[in-house]
C-alpha cells in the first residue's frame, strides 16, 4: 500500500531561521514528487522532483529528492512571517495521489 | 486557461440531512478528478478519485458517495450526514498523466467547502 510519512509534525521557528522538512514515500510506479504549500485555504504547488540529486530552488525555497532511499527534503532559508503555513508533500505513481500528513510551520516575528 | 469551481464554499447541516457538493473544471477534457477531506489540523485524506466517466475509485469506506455525470463534473455527496463528516473539502484536478510537458501530474485545487454538522 503506497504511504508517505512527513516530518516533523508541526515548527515553531524564528525569522531568520532555517528549516529543513522532510518527506519519505513508498509508492507504486514513482513518477515524481511534488511539494505544496497551504496556508488558509486550497494548497498551491510549490515543485515537483522527477529526478534524484538536481536541486530546484525557488527564491529561499529548495528542494531535493533521493528515489534510491526514498525520500525528500524542502529547506527554506532565512524564514518569514509569510512562510507560516501546512507543507504538504505528494508522491506520484498512479492516478491515486495521496499526501503525507504535513508539517504545520510557524514562523514568530 | 483551465479552472475549478467549487460550490458551496461554507454550509452548515444537522446531523443525518443530505449532501452535495459540486465541482466543475473548465478548458480541459477528459481531466483526472479528485475530492479530498481535511479535518482540523489534520492532512488531506483522499476520499474519490475519478479517471474518467463512470470510473470512479472510493478510497475511505464511508457514507459518502461521488459521481461524475459529465467529463468535467464531480460530485460529492451523502444521504445522511454524521458529526465525524465535519470538516474542509477540496476538489481537484490534474491532466491525465502521460499528456503534456513539466506540469503533467499538478494537482489544482478548488477554493474548498467547508462543511459543518451539528
Known amino acids: 500500500e503506497d504511504k ?5 509534525l508541526s515548527l515553531v521557528v524564528h525569522e531568520g531561521d532555517t528549516v529543513t522538512l522532510n518527506c519519505s514515500y513508498e509508492v507504486t510506479n514513482f513518477r515524481s514528487l511534488l ?8 494548497p498551491t504547488f510549490l515543485f515537483m522532483l522527477t529526478s534524484s540529486g538536481i536541486e530546484k530552488k525557488s527564491g529561499r525555497l529548495s528542494s531535493i529528492l533521493d528515489k534510491k532511499e526514498l525520500f525528500s527534503i524542502l529547506n527554506i532559508t532565512a524564514t518569514q512571517t509569510g512562510d507560516s503555513a501546512v507543507y504538504l508533500c505528494r508522491p506520484s505513481g498512479t492516478y491515486k495521489y495521496i499526501f503525507g500528513t504535513g508539517t504545520r510551520l510557524k514562523v514568530l516575528a | 486557461s483551465q479552472t475549478i469551481h467549487q460550490w458551496p464554499a461554507t454550509l452548515v447541516q444537522p446531523v443525518g440531512s443530505p449532501l452535495s457538493l459540486e465541482c466543475t473544471v473548465e478548458g480541459t477534457s477528459n481531466p483526472n478528478l479528485y475530492w479530498y477531506r481535511q479535518a482540523a489540523g489534520r492532512g488531506l485524506q483522499l476520499l474519490f478519485y475519478s479517471i474518467g466517466i463512470d470510473q470512479i475509485s472510493s478510497e475511505v ?5 461521488a459521481s461524475r455525470p459529465q467529463d468535467r463534473q464531480f460530485i460529492l455527496s451523502s444521504k445522511k450526514l454524521l ?3 465535519s470538516g474542509f ?3 481537484a484536478w490534474s491532466v491525465f498523466p502521460g499528456q503534456g510537458a513539466g506540469g503533467a501530474n499538478v494537482l489544482t485545487f478548488g477554493a474548498g467547502s467547508r462543511l459543518t454538522v451539528l
Not at chain 1, 4 to 8: D, F, I, K, L, R
Not at chain 2, 61 to 65: G, H, R, T
Request: proline fraction near 8%; include cysteine; hydrophobic fraction near 30%.
Open chain 2, 61 to 65: 469506506p464511508q457514507n459518502l458517495s
Open chain 2, 83 to 85: 458529526l465525524s463528516d
Open chain 1, 35 to 42: 511539494w505544496y504549500k497551504q496556508e488558509k485555504k486550497a
Open chain 1, 4 to 8: 508517505v510519512v512527513q516530518s516533523p
Open chain 2, 89 to 91: 473539502y477540496l476538489c
